[in-house]
């Protein structure tokens, strides 16, 4: 709210608050103050956690008169102010035929991203958090198992979706041999490869009413890989390669993930945003883990 009315004034920021928007430190004022247009808009996913204090969201804004795809992660101190502020944002290019496919799957939550878990099955926050993480391990050593992925898990990206039934080209082709859409299927297919590494992973936020775990990260993409195996649906062998299928200059993805973990205890929604960066671009705190 005190972005979309251009003031921090109201907001209970600690002395010492370190803001970093984008990758690059900012103070209170600044970045999205100045910049957000109008919003927040009907697409909005809380991720509160009383036990770490922290909170995450992510939402839809209009920032430079563009509709934007924002997350924050909330970190307060000791005394209930704001010690930490992340955003994250990136926006949708309407002039284009895929940014209006994807603003249309950024009207309204998924009806999973907003409905409660019976509190008879709800997991702990530390279970939560722990399931969240692993979705990092899973995709790094493109491992679907490393994930509980549910049947029916469909990831959304900027609102383009990636995976799952209703999933488009993407990684997944075009070939005469397409990649599994399936969240589990996509990774153990090794399509993802050409991520070298993800580095600065916070898993961050988790709510047990909700089943909601929030995270965030930074993926690097060097593009220098020698071609790689992809195993298609049909079993088929293809060989990946930076001048045929990946056909990307270098380039840093910090991103932000929300997971919905349902009753069964396994992953149905993957709500998630990232914006491209420079490679190898600092994580503007001053250090990013290795892993």
Same mark, same amino acid.
């Given at each position: 709210a005190s972005l979309a009315k251009h003031s921090a004034e109201g907001v209970p920021l600690s002395n010492a608050v370190k803001i970093v928007e984008n990758v690059k430190p900012?103070?209170?004022?600044?970045?999205?103050?100045?910049?957000?247009?109008?919003?927040?808009?009907?697409?909005?996913?809380?991720?509160?956690?009383?036990?770490?204090?922290?909170?995450?969201?992510?939402?839809?804004?209009?920032?430079?008169?563009?509709?934007?795809?924002v997350a924050i992660r909330l970190k307060l101190d000791k005394d209930g102010k704001i010690a930490e502020a992340e955003h994250l944002y990136a926006a949708i290019d309407t002039t284009k035929p895929q940014g209006k496919a994807q603003l249309a799957n950024l009207q309204t939550p998924r009806p999973g991203l907003t409905t409660d878990v019976p509190e008879a099955d709800r997991r702990s926050e530390a279970d939560l958090i722990k399931i969240g993480a692993s979705y990092y391990d899973a995709l790094d050593d493109n491992d679907g198992s490393k994930m509980p992925f549910a049947p029916d898990c469909e990831r959304h990206e900027n609102g383009m979706i990636t995976a799952g039934p209703n999933a488009g080209p993407g990684p997944n082709g075009p070939t005469p041999h397409p990649i599994a859409h399936d969240c589990k299927g996509q990774l153990d297919s090794k399509v993802m490869s050409y991520i070298t590494s993800i580095g600065n992973r916070r898993v961050f936020a988790a709510d047990p009413v909700?089943?909601?775990?929030?995270?965030?990260?930074? !993926?690097?993409?060097?593009? /220098?890989? +020698?071609?790689? %195996?992809?195993? *298609?649906?049909?079993?088929?062998?293809?060989?990946? #390669?930076?001048?045929?299928?990946?056909?990307?200059?270098?380039?840093?993805?910090?991103?932000?993930?929300? !997971?919905?973990?349902?009753? /069964?205890? +396994?992953?149905? %929604?993957?709500? *998630?945003?990232?914006?491209?960066?420079?490679?190898? #671009?600092?994580?503007?705190?001053?250090?990013?883990?290795?892993?």
């Open positions: 900012i103070k209170a004022s600044e970045g999205l103050w100045k910049d957000v247009t109008s919003g927040p808009t009907q697409f909005q996913v809380h991720v509160p956690d009383p036990v770490r204090e922290t909170a995450g969201w992510l939402g839809m804004m209009q920032v430079g008169g563009k509709p934007t795809v909700t089943g909601l775990v929030m995270g965030l990260s930074h !993926f690097h993409h060097p593009m /220098d890989f +020698k071609p790689y %195996e992809v195993t *298609a649906e049909d079993g088929t062998k293809i060989m990946y #390669s930076t001048d045929k299928q990946m056909k990307f200059k270098p380039f840093d993805l910090p991103a932000a993930h929300v !997971f919905k973990v349902g009753a /069964d205890g +396994k992953v149905h %929604e993957i709500e *998630a945003m990232g914006f491209l960066a420079p490679l190898n #671009s600092p994580s503007g705190w001053g250090d990013e883990p290795s892993k």
